[in-house]
C-alpha cells in the first residue's frame, strides 16, 4: 500500500512554522536586549531572515510538466516555421523595394543632370546679363561720381563764401560791441563820477549846515539870541535839512517811487524834540510813497538838538509841514 501523498497545503505547513517561529524569537531577543542594555545614543537594528520555501514534486506533477514541454516544443517548432515564412517575405519585400529604389534613384539621377545643365545654361545667361548690368552700372556711377564732385566743388565754394561773409559780420559786429561796451563804460564811469560829485557836494553841504548847528546850539544863550536875530530863518532851513536828513536814514524806498513826487506831512513835536505825530497833508498820489515818508520821519523818534532852541524859536517846529521827494530822502 502506497502512502498518501501531501497537497502543497501540508508539504509548506512545517516551513512556514519554523520560520515564524523563528522570528518570534529574534523579536523576543530584540526586546531582552533593549530592556538590559545601558543608556546609550539610540540605534537602529537591523534584522534580515530569509523564508526559504521547501517545493517538493509528485509524480504526476513532473509528468504534467513534460507533456507541457513538449506541447510548448511543438508550439515553438510552428512558431519557427511561422517566423522563417514571414522572414522570406520580409527579404522579397525589401529586395522589391530596393529595386524600387534603385529605379527612383536612376530617374532622380537622370532629372537632376538635366535640371544641372539648365541650371548651367541659365547661370552663363544670368552671368551675362549681371556683366551687362555691371558695365551699366559702372558707366552710371561714373557720372554720378563726377556730377557728386561738381556739386561739392560748388558747395565748398559757398561754404568759403559764407565763411568769409560770416567771418566779416562777426568781426563788425564785434568790433560795434565793443565800441558799444566802451561808450557805456564811459557813459557809466560818467554817471559814477558825476553822482560821486553830487554827494560830496551834498556832504560837504551837510557837514557846512552841521557845523553852522552845532555851533549855533553849542553857543551861549545871548549869543543864540544874537544867532537867531541875525540868521533866524537859516536856522530854520537848517532843521528843516536835519529832519531830511534823519528820515532818510531810516527811509525804505518803495518799486514805486519816481523822480519829481512830492508828498506834503504835518509833524508835531514836543519842546524835546520828540516827533509825536505824522500825518499826510497833501498827498503825492502814490500811496505806498506817502506811506514810506510817514514811517520814515516816525522812525526819527527824536531830535535832541531841538533842545537847545528858546520857546520863540521852538513855535515853529510845534506843529509844522514839511515837503519830501524821492530825491529828498535818498540823500
Known amino acids: 500500500m502506497q502512502p498518501a501523498e501531501r497537497s502543497p497545503s501540508q508539504s509548506y505547513f512545517w516551513p512556514t512554522v519554523l520560520a515564524v517561529g523563528l ?27 530569509t523564508l526559504y520555501q521547501l517545493k517538493s514534486q509528485s509524480k504526476a506533477t513532473t509528468q504534467t510538466n513534460q507533456k507541457i514541454a513538449g506541447e510548448a516544443e511543438r508550439t515553438a517548432a510552428k512558431q519557427y516555421e511561422a517566423e522563417q515564412m514571414e522572414q522570406r517575405k520580409e527579404e522579397q519585400r525589401k529586395q522589391a523595394a530596393a529595386k524600387a529604389a534603385e529605379q527612383k534613384k536612376a530617374e532622380e539621377a537622370r532629372k537632376a543632370d538635366a535640371a544641372k545643365a539648365e541650371a548651367t545654361k541659365k547661370a552663363a545667361e544670368a552671368k551675362k546679363a549681371e556683366e551687362v548690368k555691371a558695365a551699366e552700372q559702372k558707366k552710371q556711377a561714373e557720372i554720378a561720381k563726377k556730377k557728386a564732385a561738381d ?35 564811459q557813459a557809466k564811469k560818467a554817471e559814477e563820477a558825476k553822482k560821486k560829485a553830487a554827494a560830496e557836494a551834498r556832504k560837504a ?26 540868521h533866524g530863518d537859516q536856522v530854520a532851513g537848517d532843521f528843516d535839512d536835519l529832519i531830511r536828513m534823519r528820515a532818510a536814514q531810516g527811509w525804505t524806498r518803495p518799486p514805486s517811487a519816481r523822480n519829481n513826487m512830492s508828498v506834503s506831512l504835518r509833524v508835531n513835536m514836543l519842546p524835546d524834540g520828540t516827533i509825536t505825530a505824522v500825518s499826510v497833508s497833501r498827498s503825492s498820489g502814490d500811496g505806498p510813497f506817502d506811506s514810506s515818508a510817514v514811517a520814515a520821519v516816525k522812525n526819527i523818534g527824536r531830535l535832541t538838538e531841538m533842545q537847545g532852541l528858546t520857546p520863540q524859536e521852538f513855535q515853529p517846529y510845534r506843529s509844522f509841514t514839511m515837503t519830501f521827494t524821492p530825491e529828498d530822502l535818498a540823500l
Open 23 to 49: 522570528h518570534v524569537i529574534i523579536f523576543g531577543m530584540l526586546f531582552v536586549s533593549f530592556a538590559m542594555t545601558p543608556d546609550l545614543p539610540p540605534s537602529k537594528p537591523i534584522v534580515q531572515a
Open 151 to 185: 556739386e561739392a566743388a560748388k558747395k565748398k565754394a559757398a561754404e568759403e563764401a559764407a565763411k568769409k561773409k560770416a567771418a566779416e559780420e562777426a568781426k563788425k559786429k564785434a568790433a560795434a560791441e565793443a565800441e558799444r561796451k566802451k561808450a557805456a563804460e
Open 205 to 230: 553841504a551837510e557837514e557846512k549846515k552841521a557845523q553852522a548847528l552845532a555851533e549855533l546850539l553849542s553857543d551861549d544863550t545871548e549869543r543864540q539870541q544874537a544867532m537867531a536875530d541875525t
